[in-house]
Each structure stands twice: as C-alpha cells, then as structure tokens.
C-alpha cells in the first residue's frame, strides 16, 4: 500500500526515498504514516520547527524554484528537527490541508554530498502539522525556500533538505472526483463468480484529464468523511495498456488506510460515498504518482481502480 509521501509522514521518519515519492509498490498507499490525531491536534501555524545551529549552518543561494547551491561545513550535527527560513516569499499564505507543489534538494549532513538532485514535478501533498512540510514552513507564503535538518530515526539516516514552496491549491479545490460528462469512454467492469473484477480501458480513446467516478453500485451504509480509516478492497491497472499493478482481491485480503493517507484522486472518490458501494475511479497523473517517471512504473500514468468499500471509521 502506498501513502502519499511528505506531508502524512512523521518527521522523524521521513527517509529521503519517501520525500522523493519513491516506492516498490504499485498501489495507493504504504506503510509509514503519520498518527491522524496527532495531525488534527497541532496547528499548522505552531508546526514550524525552531533554527538551530544546524539549519543556520546551511548557507544556500540561488533562485526559488531552481536548484539550490548549499555549502555547509561536513560533518554537520544533525540531533533534532530544526528549520531556517532561507527566503521569505511574497505569495499567499498556505493553510491546513492545502495542496502544495514544491521543490527540493537533499544532503548528507556527515559528508556534504547531494544525497537527491533538487526536484520540483513531484504531485501536490497536502500540507499538514506533524509532517516535514509544516515543520519547515507551518502557514508560511508561497515563494519561501527553507533548510531543515532531520535526524536519523529507525533505519533513516540524517538528512538536510532545501525545500521551496512554489504553489499552493485550496483543499476543496484539489483533485475533486467529478461524474462522467455525456459520451465520455469509461471503463467496463465485469465480475467473475468470486466477486473479483475485471476492467476493459475503452480501445483508442484519450483517458479523462480529471477525477472521474461512477458509482456502479449504491450501497446503504455509513458515509464516508474525510479523514476516515476506511476498509475495501481495490483493483488497480494503467488506463495506457490494461496492465494490472495492484489488487486487494488478488491477495485475499481487503486494505484499511484512512483516506488522507492515500493519493489525492483515491482519497478524495472515497469521500462522500457509502458503505457498500462499489465504483469506478479514473485517475489522471497530477492526482496520482504525478507526471515525471517514477520507479514504480506508475508516474505519468492514468490510472483505474474498481473499488468496493466495506467499512468507515471516524479517524
């Protein structure tokens, strides 16, 4: 399973692949998230972590939005999550849950080495208290750039990051699923005696280019809300070729994972829906694993995912 990186992750767990979005698994969550409580309980303005003489030491130049020159004399004592603002941006200020595009660069603080060129076509995360993101710029404006220092925890080494702020989208307004428009090609699913499905991509027609839902079949339980520690079983393919990457029914067994906790597009066609049902989900790129080539074979893909919801549980 595969939880959309950066924001849902503790800081002190954050391990550079998961900052950059990489991940051995296909589907639309993973393993490493943060505790939602927690999340709710902060406040996003207070999550800004305090400078240190770690973060101070960084010394970086260059323009917001392109890669940074760090210098910083190795080895650096990276012993707790310190944040320094490095540029002040004049954008509008970011609030709990927005989406936020960004870029970064990573550094081995006991060397000075580039642990991850500097990268900003990664999908939007939600920004959230508890995460590295609300820890290196909390409500901060869009345009800021930020060095932040996280030390090693579990098998994560100490890392330093610059992150820029770049872009920032409302919530509400973020990957929001839509019903089909008139004529449009959708998917066909078909079941087999064991209740598992089977998707059919409609032959040479263009995927739509935003979050497309239909529900195939009601159901007359709870409704999901934002937030929700959801069970369901799900069956995933590329809308590019039909392939297969993931499926809950193929491994017996259904996933639980709250819906803040998955990609933007999955997440959001979970909200609002009943227990019971059973739907359909197209997914575009920037709502999934985003546009740029990622090493689960999933970045720049549209995706499909037949979904069958079992249970909600406040979170």
């Known amino acids: 399973m595969r939880v959309r990186p950066l924001a849902t992750l503790s800081v002190v767990a954050v391990a ?9 698994a296909g589907s639309p969550s ?4 943060a505790d939602p409580a927690a999340s709710a309980a902060a406040s996003l303005c207070d999550s800004v972590a305090a400078s240190g003489a770690a973060s101070d030491a960084v010394s970086v130049t260059g323009d917001v939005g392109s890669a940074p020159t760090v210098t910083f004399t190795a080895p650096l004592d990276v012993t ?10 004049t954008g509008p200020a970011v609030a709990d849950g927005d989406y936020v595009t960004i870029g970064y660069a990573g550094y081995d603080p006991a060397t000075g080495k580039s642990l991850a060129d500097y990268k900003s076509d990664d999908p939007p995360a939600p920004m959230v208290a508890n995460s590295i993101l609300g820890s290196a710029f909390g409500c901060g404006t869009v345009g800021s750039r930020a060095v932040i220092t996280v030390p090693a925890a579990n098998s994560n080494p100490a890392a330093v990051y610059v992150i820029d702020l770049l872009s920032s989208t409302p919530a509400a307004q973020w990957c929001q699923p839509q019903a089909p428009a008139s004529g449009a ?6 079941w087999d005696d064991k209740g598992v499905p089977t998707v059919t991509v409609p032959s040479g027609q263009t995927p739509p280019t935003s979050v497309t839902e239909q529900v195939l079949t009601e159901g007359d339980g709870d409704t999901v809300q934002a937030g929700d520690s959801v069970t369901l079983n799900y069956h995933g393919i590329k809308w590019s070729d039909g392939t297969v990457f993931d499926s809950s029914w193929t491994r017996g067994q259904p996933a639980t994972f709250t819906t803040s906790q998955v990609v933007a597009g999955f997440g959001n066609a979970l909200v609002g829906q009943k227990v019971g049902s059973q739907l359909v989900v197209v997914i575009p790129p920037e709502c999934g694993y985003g546009t740029a080539t990622t090493s689960n074979g999933l970045g720049g893909q549209t995706l499909v ?6 249970s909600t549980a406040r979170g």
Request: aromatic share 2%.
């Open 185 to 190: 090609p959708m998917p066909t699913v078909t």
């Open 305 to 310: 995912f037949v979904i069958s919801l079992q």
């Open 80 to 89: 707790g999550v310190q944040a320094t603002t490095v540029v002040k941006g």
């Open 16 to 24: 550079l692949l998961a900052l950059a979005g990489c991940s051995s």
């Open 30 to 33: 993973a393993s490493g998230s």
